[in-house]
């Protein structure tokens, strides 16, 4: 429970920078548990997206109380592929830039789900929603 779920994610290409402070490019997202976003915009889906409709994957690995993820994305169409590696049920969620949308019905363990987001320039947050794990 040491872990924060929360991080933070920049969008200027999309830079993302952490709760706990900004992060350098060098470093990767498992050496920092709390992050947050930036950059998204508008009609998220967590539909059968269709790759081609795309500009970048990225992948998102939930375990207990940590969030993994690139620490720099771009901006454009984006395809989150959210996979739940720990043993409990978790979520994903993305707050920003007037946004606020998270996998639809949660990610059950060894399951993955998909976000569509067109990810514009600015901050976001991403963490898990499930109840205590934000606060975790």
Known sequence: MQNKTV????VAGLLITYAL???????????VPAQTATGAGPTPSTANADPA????TVEVRLTEYRIEMPLQLRAGRTL?????????FHSFEIEGRGIEKEVESGVDAGQTKTLKLDLK???YEVYCPVHGHKKA
């Open 7 to 10: 991080r933070a994610v920049m």
């Open 21 to 31: 402070g900004p992060i350098s490019a060098g470093e990767s997202a498992s050496q």
């Open 80 to 88: 989150f592929k959210v996979t739940n590696a720990g043993e409990m």
């Open 121 to 123: 320039p600015g901050a």
């Open 53 to 56: 409709s795309v500009e970048q």
